[in-house]
């Protein structure tokens, strides 16, 4: 996609960001807007790059970490896509927050990374609020029991949480998850549960991020409306 495009995107969807931060009373700090730059060569991230944009989104492993090495130390990776245990260990150093855990299993995993290398991996639960079934993430009746069991794992830190709301027309479809989400991430903040804080609420994207603000996400992943469609066809 074009320079001019890329920037003339960033501009539009950050207008947007500080009008819905506006309507819901919030400052605009409050929320960071990521990046999803998944299929997207490093040249369109480089653009962004020089809008100032620091956060990116990847939902593939190898992915992010090809890029990793291409890209500027001080970029913050975010993992916003489904892990599977065996990939753990290629992420846990070099991803500042993985968005999408969803097992016990999966946090044992990089409850072990971490540990190898010293460090403390901050998580999200990714939560299926629809309960769709192609979705990944648990289902909401199941999240407290899951963050008690992994908040005993001193290398994981469970930070908040996540959600891909269903693909709808209208946005406004959407709020009701979520509302939900904004909910139950106070009702386990409120647990003051030790080694979990709960201040990072993940939700929206490009057709539904304005909602997700007005309803308290804390971190918008925007990709097609900042570099366009992606073109799975020709990877
Ligand atoms: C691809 C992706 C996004 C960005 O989707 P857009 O609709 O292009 O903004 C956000 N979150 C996750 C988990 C994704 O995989």
Redesign the pocket.
């Known amino acids: 996609m074009s320079a001019e495009t890329i920037k003339e995107n960033l501009k539009e969807v950050e207008l947007r960001i500080k009008a819905a931060c506006t309507r819901a009373g919030r400052k605009r700090d409050e929320v960071t807007l ?1 990046a ?1 730059s ?1 299929t997207k060569p490093v040249a369109d991230m480089e653009i962004a790059m020089g809008e100032g944009i620091k956060v990116f ?1 990847e ?1 593939k492993v190898q992915e992010l970490t090809e890029k990793y090495e291409q890209l500027p130390t001080d970029i913050k990776w975010h993992l ?2 489904h892990l599977q245990t065996n990939k753990v260990k290629y992420i846990v150093d070099k991803a500042e927050l993985i ?2 855990v969803d097992s016990f299993k999966l946090a044992e995993q990089i409850q072990k990374e971490a540990e190898k290398k010293n460090i403390v991996c901050k998580i999200l639960i990714e939560v299926n609020a629809a309960k769709e079934e192609s979705k990944f993430g648990v289902f909401e009746e199941d999240v407290i029991p899951l963050i008690k069991e992994i908040s005993k794992l001193p290398n994981v830190q469970v930070c908040g949480l ?1 959600t ?1 709301a269903p693909n709808v027309d209208e946005a406004e479809k959407n709020r009701k998850y979520f509302r939900k989400l904004r909910q139950l991430n106070v009702d386990i903040k409120m647990k003051n549960i030790d080694n979990v804080t709960m201040d990072v609420l993940s939700m929206g ?3 539904d ?1 304005e909602v997700a603000i007005e309803e308290g996400a804390t971190m918008v ?7 366009g ?2 073109n799975y066809s020709t990877l």
């Open positions: 990521i999803v998944k989104g939902n916003i896509g968005h999408s996540m891909i994207m490009t057709g991020y992943r925007v990709g097609t409306g900042i570099f469609e992606r």
